[in-house]
């Protein structure tokens, strides 16, 4: 038996049904978040569900109870479910009325699902690291929310599954902006340089992580957009996100990072990033 959420509650999967006019599914109205789960606890769950009432509240969708019950109620479902490592995934929607893009009034209620998955640590890749390919940005101004409009970033990620790569490298013109659902870095002389956080990019919970990580390891911190040229340039290249954790970027299009091979701050940022991680209860 497996369990979902659906708005306070958690339910059994098949006792979810989605009405057809619901606003997600007419018009991508509505925002989500992934949250980690290592070894049966969420991971900087208070960080992301506060990006969730933010990315929310940027759309004027009002969520119907607080931080902390949210929080309970993923913790409730993670339990249900008996995640061990895995994520769960979570979606608000402006509700279920007849389809019309000016919002609806106050009657027609936001819709709230989640669901977990079990889902192994890509190790290979931390190990290995991966390809990633440019393609040109496409999406709107407003990368700062966790929109469910993805298609600017699925039409990214197939294009790199296509040419046989793991990730899309986006950029505006010859500015790298982030993954398509991942932030970009590069590494220069012991120098981690990436997107600052405004409305180009989604700043990630893994970025921030990273970024403290990068700190305390003694490396200095660059938020400062890279060019595609600069970005071939560096000694090394990472892409982070709450699935990809810290996973290294030996080659682009074809053209090596480095020398091929994840580089030596690569494999500190990844042991540090370790020391972050929850054990667990039988740690
Ligand atoms: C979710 C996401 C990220 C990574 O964010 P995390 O909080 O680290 O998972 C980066 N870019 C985009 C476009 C995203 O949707």
Same mark, same amino acid.
């Given at each position: 038996?497996?369990?979902?959420?659906?708005?306070?509650?958690?339910?059994?999967?098949?006792?979810? $049904?989605?009405?057809? *006019?619901?606003?997600?599914?007419?018009?991508?109205?509505?925002?989500?978040?992934?949250?980690?789960?290592?070894?049966? *606890?969420?991971?900087?769950?208070?960080?992301?569900?506060?990006?969730?009432?933010?990315?929310?509240?940027?759309?004027?969708?009002?969520?119907?109870?607080?931080?902390?019950?949210?929080?309970?109620?993923?913790?409730?479902?993670?339990?249900?479910?008996?995640?061990?490592?895995?994520?769960?995934?979570?979606?608000?929607?402006?509700?279920?009325?007849?389809? +019309?893009?000016?919002?609806?009034?106050?009657? $027609?209620?936001?819709?709230?699902?989640?669901?977990?998955?079990?889902?192994?640590?890509?190790?290979?890749?931390?190990? +290995?690291?991966?390809?990633?390919?440019?393609?040109?940005?496409?999406?709107?101004?407003?990368?700062?929310?966790?929109?469910?409009?993805?298609?600017?970033?699925?039409?990214?990620?197939?294009?790199?599954?296509?040419?046989?790569?793991? *990730?899309?490298?986006?950029?505006?013109?010859?500015?790298?902006?982030?993954?398509?659902?991942? +932030?970009?870095?590069?590494?220069?002389?012991?120098?981690?340089?990436?997107?600052?956080?405004?409305?180009?990019?989604?700043?990630?919970?893994?970025?921030?992580?990273?970024?403290?990580?990068?700190?305390?390891?003694?490396?200095?911190?660059? *938020?400062?957009?890279?060019?595609?040229?600069?970005?071939?340039?560096?000694?090394?290249?990472?892409?982070?996100?709450?699935?990809?954790? $810290?996973?290294?970027?030996?080659?682009?299009?074809?053209?090596?990072?480095? +020398?091929?091979?994840?580089?030596?701050?690569?494999?500190?940022?990844?042991?540090?990033?370790?020391?972050?991680?929850?054990?667990?209860?039988?740690?």
């Amino acid at each position: 038996m497996s369990y979902s959420l659906l708005n306070d509650q958690i339910v059994k999967n098949d006792e979810i $049904v989605i009405d057809k *006019e619901d606003r997600g599914y007419q018009f991508g109205d509505g925002v989500y978040e992934v949250v980690k789960v290592y070894n049966g *606890e969420l991971f900087t769950a208070t960080e992301h569900i506060d990006r969730f009432y933010a990315s929310a509240e940027k759309i004027r969708i009002a969520i119907p109870y607080t931080k902390d019950k949210l929080h309970q109620l993923l913790h409730q479902l993670v339990e249900a479910n008996n995640v061990d490592t895995g994520h769960v995934y979570f979606q608000i929607t402006r509700g279920a009325c007849p389809r +019309n893009h000016i919002f609806p009034g106050d009657d $027609v209620k936001p819709v709230i699902t989640g669901n977990t998955k079990e889902n192994p640590r890509p190790v290979a890749n931390f190990e +290995n690291g991966v390809k990633a390919t440019f393609v040109e940005d496409i999406r709107w101004l407003r990368c700062d929310i966790k929109s469910l409009n993805l298609l600017g970033a699925v039409l990214a990620k197939q294009e790199a599954h296509e040419k046989g790569c793991y *990730e899309a490298i986006l950029h505006r013109g010859e500015t790298i902006t982030e993954g398509s659902s991942s +932030n970009i870095y590069g590494i220069k002389d012991g120098v981690l340089y990436t997107h600052p956080a405004n409305n180009l990019i989604l700043n990630g919970i893994t970025r921030q992580v990273l970024l403290t990580c990068a700190t305390e390891i003694g490396m200095s911190v660059k *938020e400062e957009a890279m060019t595609k040229e600069q970005l071939l340039a560096m000694d090394e290249a990472i892409v982070s996100s709450t699935t990809s954790e $810290v996973t290294p970027i030996i080659d682009i299009d074809g053209k090596a990072i480095g +020398n091929g091979t994840p580089g030596e701050w690569t494999r500190k940022l990844q042991a540090q990033f370790e020391t972050k991680i929850p054990k667990g209860i039988n740690a």
